[in-house]
């Protein structure tokens, strides 16, 4: 990603090593215990650093659009886990922390910020915006790809019978879709790239996980 502004140049110099020990500690049997442990934690400080520039310079619009879709995907999980409609049949386990109905509480911000993160980028290269939702959809999909395997083996959920429905990836391609309509259509932006930092280094902390750990 070129011409970084100085607060992302710290922010990416920041998160590179933390995850990238994140994910060698992940790998050892007498650290593994405390990653676990600190999971929800880490999720919640990388959310709170996600949107706090946007609630600094009081980015209302983005703010709006981020309330929605964190309320709108959690309320989902929480049907999806109710019933199995939505996702398939699936419960949470006990990394991610606190639940509400049985859904963490966190899996909903961090999907916002996904979303959030990839939709900035392709709204800002592509002016159609049901094109700019159809690449963030398609990359939000990849990202759970990458992600699902590492979550069952920590125990961030699992999937009745084991295997994951073609079911989920279908409901969060139409999900991500349409929150990055939203946000595409009505030309909001982001204060700076954070949250696509913030992507990109969960991406290759997943990606690491899944060759080095799993």
């Not at 309330?67 to 019933?83: D, M, R, W």
């Not at 700019?132 to 699992?158: H, K, N, Q």
Request: aromatic share 14%; with cysteine; charged share 10%.
């Amino acid at each position: 990603m070129q011409n970084l502004q100085k607060t992302e140049r710290l922010i990416l110099l920041l998160l590179v090593p933390f995850y990238a020990i994140g994910v060698l500690l992940h790998t050892l049997d007498a650290t593994l215990p405390m990653m676990l442990a600190f999971t929800p934690y880490t999720i919640l400080a990388t959310s709170i650093l996600g949107f706090f520039f946007e609630v600094r310079a009081r980015n209302t619009k983005v703010l709006g659009w981020a309330v929605i879709t964190f309320q709108s995907t959690l309320v989902l999980e929480i049907v999806g886990v109710a019933t199995s409609l939505v996702f398939g049949a699936y419960t949470y386990g006990s990394t991610l922390g606190l639940k509400l109905f049985g859904v963490t509480l966190l899996i909903g911000i961090n999907w916002t910020i996904i979303i959030l993160g990839i939709v900035q980028v392709a709204g800002k290269h592509l002016a159609n915006p049901y094109l700019a939702a159809l690449v963030t959809a398609s990359l939000t999909v990849l990202f759970d790809y990458v992600m699902e395997p590492v979550a069952i083996a920590f125990d961030y959920w699992t999937w009745a019978g084991g295997a994951i429905p073609l079911q989920n990836y279908l409901a969060w391609f139409c999900i991500a879709f349409v929150f990055a309509f939203l946000f595409a259509k009505q030309k909001l932006a982001a204060v700076n790239r954070v949250p696509t930092l913030i992507v990109i280094v969960q991406f290759a902390f997943f990606v690491g996980l899944r060759v080095f750990a799993l």
